[in-house]
């Protein structure tokens, strides 16, 4: 593995390694609204201020600000995390208000996938420390056998 690599794997951790990918998927995602927006279905909310083109900032912006954190130290890397959370925690909030309104029922099974596979993965991920050692067996505390 060429040392560059090595250095950049080593820079990002394993904070970096996630923010890095969830940004640049957010930021791709953004990206596929400008290219080729899908049906506002379910998100009413949404396109009551403005296009689904224009929403589409929200994931790219989200997407720059994940991914130039992931370069950040533990720590100062919390504005990544926060930034992540906002686009999927806006359209889970907007296909809510969807099924709330009776304007698309299975808004709610939507709502609930942005809920676990983005907000829920990314909480969790905020929390995973750096590195983490696993406590040692009790024998091995009492300085008995392993």
Known sequence: ??????????????????????????????ASFLVDPPPAQGLQLLTHWCDLRHW????????????????????RDWAGFIAALVP???????????????????????????????????LWAAEVPEYSVPHAPRAARKGGPG
């Open 88 to 122: 999927p925690t806006v359209w889970a909030t907007a296909y809510t208000a969807a099924v709330v309104s009776g304007q698309y029922s299975r808004g709610a099974y939507v709502a609930l996938w942005y809920l676990t596979s983005h907000v829920g993965v990314i």
């Open 56 to 75: 589409a900032w929200l994931w790219i912006t989200s997407g720059i600000v994940t991914t130039t954190c992931a370069f950040l130290r533990v720590g």
């Open 1 to 30: 593995m060429p040392t560059a690599v090595r250095r950049l794997r080593k820079q990002l951790g394993r904070r970096g390694h996630f923010l890095l990918i969830i940004g640049i998927g957010k930021t791709c995602w953004g």
